[in-house]
């Protein structure tokens, strides 16, 4: 079993900053590619920023230039270091794990974390 556990949301004024953590843990041999997902209220969840095993970047264009994804795989964790916010970035930030490949089972699947609460105020 694989969980992801979250941490760095908060509270905070139009252009400051946060930094989120997920870290993964269990029987893991390797992770595809670990992300950040957003969910605003009355909005679809939408992608915020991908990067993948051996380090490509993929960002939405909403947030190219303020937020940096970064990973290590060593401890199976991934941040998003947000700068420059603004309130239309205030959502759950939920962080997704691709294509884990896991050794006790072996199994390959995608997981979730629980999301933490981003809110940035004007």
């Known amino acids: 079993q694989v969980q992801l556990v979250e941490s760095g949301g908060g509270l905070v004024q139009a252009g400051g900053s946060l930094r989120l953590s997920c870290a993964a843990s269990g029987s893991i041999f390797s992770i595809n590619a670990m992300g950040w997902y957003r969910q605003a209220p009355g909005k679809q969840r939408e992608l915020v920023a991908q990067?993948?095993?051996?380090?490509?970047?993929n960002y939405a264009d909403s947030v190219k230039g303020r937020f940096t994804i970064s990973r290590d795989n060593a401890k199976n964790t991934v941040y998003l270091q947000m700068n420059s916010l603004k309130p239309e970035d205030t959502g759950v930030y939920i962080c997704?794990?691709?294509?884990?490949?896991?050794?006790?089972?072996?199994?390959?699947?995608?997981?979730w974390g629980q999301g933490t609460q981003v809110t940035v105020s004007s």
């Open positions: 997704n794990a691709d294509r884990v490949l896991t050794s006790i089972p072996m199994s390959l699947n995608n997981y």
């Open positions: 990067i993948t095993i051996g380090g490509s970047t």
